[in-house]
C-alpha cells in the first residue's frame, strides 16, 4: 500500500512562515491536495492539484510538489489557522491521507 | 450553493450494521463522484470508497471490501453508506464528500465540500 508521510506537529509564531511537509514513494509524479481540519468542523480543502488555491482561501495558504515531497507553506501564519492539517494522493484509484500534522500557532 | 447534509449520530452494538446517508443539493447529483471518509477518535481522516451516483458503480477501498455497500437513490439525490459486522474500532466520525465531474479522471479531483459527518458509536 502506498504511504504519506507528515510530521505530527509544527509550531509557528502568529505572523511567521509555516511549513507542513509530505512524503511519500514518486509523490512528485502525483497531484496532492491539502485539507484544513479543526475539532468539532468538516475539513476544508486549502490547496488542490499541488499548488492551486479554492476560491475563499487565503493567498497565505500555498503548494508545491516535486520528487517524493509536497510542501503547504503557510507565509504570514494568523491565529485561526491553528488546525489540523492533512495531505492526500491517489496511488491506484484508491484515495491516500498522510496521518496529519497539528499546527500550533503561539 | 453545494451542501452535503448526512443523517443523524448513531449508536450499535457490535456485529450490527449502521447506515448512514448524505443528501445532496445545489448542483447536478449525476454529475459528481461521491466519497465517503471517516475519523476515528485521535486518529487520521481514512477513504472508505467512492460512488458514481450516475451509475451506481463503487470503488472501496481494501480494508472495508466486504463491510461497506454505497449506493444512491437519484430520485431523492441521496446516497447511503452501510457498514456490517461493526466493531469498536469502526467507532468514528463518518463524512460524505464530492468528489470530481464525471467521467473525469478522479486521480486529477480533491473532495469539496464535506457533509457535517456523523458520529458512530459502536459499544456493547
Known amino acids: 500500500s502506498y504511504d504519506l508521510t507528515q510530521p505530527p506537529s509544527v509550531s509557528v509564531s502568529p505572523g511567521q512562515t509555516a511549513s507542513i511537509t509530505c512524503s511519500g514513494d514518486?509523490?512528485?509524479?502525483?497531484?496532492t491536495f491539502w485539507y484544513q481540519k479543526k475539532p468539532g468542523q468538516s475539513p476544508v480543502v486549502v490547496i488542490y492539484?499541488?499548488?492551486k488555491r479554492p476560491s475563499g482561501i487565503p493567498e497565505r495558504f500555498s503548494g508545491s510538489n516535486s520528487g517524493t515531497t509536497a510542501t503547504l507553506t503557510i507565509s504570514g501564519t494568523q491565529i485561526m489557522d491553528e488546525a489540523d492539517y492533512y495531505c492526500?494522493?491517489?496511488?491506484?484509484?484508491?484515495?491516500?491521507f498522510g496521518g496529519g500534522t497539528k499546527l500550533t500557532v503561539l | 450553493q453545494v451542501q452535503l447534509v448526512q443523517s443523524g449520530a448513531e449508536v450499535k452494538k457490535p456485529g450490527a450494521s449502521v447506515k448512514v446517508s448524505c443528501k445532496a443539493s445545489?448542483?447536478?447529483?449525476?454529475?459528481?463522484?461521491i466519497h465517503w471518509v471517516r475519523q476515528a477518535p485521535g486518529q487520521g481522516l481514512e477513504w472508505m470508497g467512492i460512488i458514481n451516483p450516475s451509475g451506481g458503480s463503487t470503488n472501496y477501498a481494501q480494508k472495508f471490501q466486504g463491510r461497506v455497500t454505497m449506493t444512491r437513490d437519484t430520485s431523492t439525490n441521496t446516497i447511503s453508506m452501510e457498514l456490517s459486522s461493526l466493531r469498536s474500532e469502526d467507532t468514528a466520525v463518518y463524512y460524505c464528500?464530492?468528489?470530481?465531474?464525471?467521467?473525469?479522471?478522479?486521480?486529477?479531483?480533491?473532495?469539496?465540500?464535506w457533509g457535517q459527518g456523523t458520529l458512530v458509536t459502536v459499544s456493547s
Open positions: 464528500s464530492r468528489g470530481g465531474l464525471i467521467p473525469r479522471l478522479e486521480t486529477n479531483s480533491w473532495f469539496d465540500p
Open positions: 492539484q499541488d499548488n
Open positions: 514518486k509523490l512528485g509524479n502525483k497531484y
Open positions: 492526500q494522493a491517489w496511488d491506484s484509484s484508491t484515495a491516500v
Open positions: 445545489g448542483y447536478t447529483f449525476t454529475n459528481y463522484y
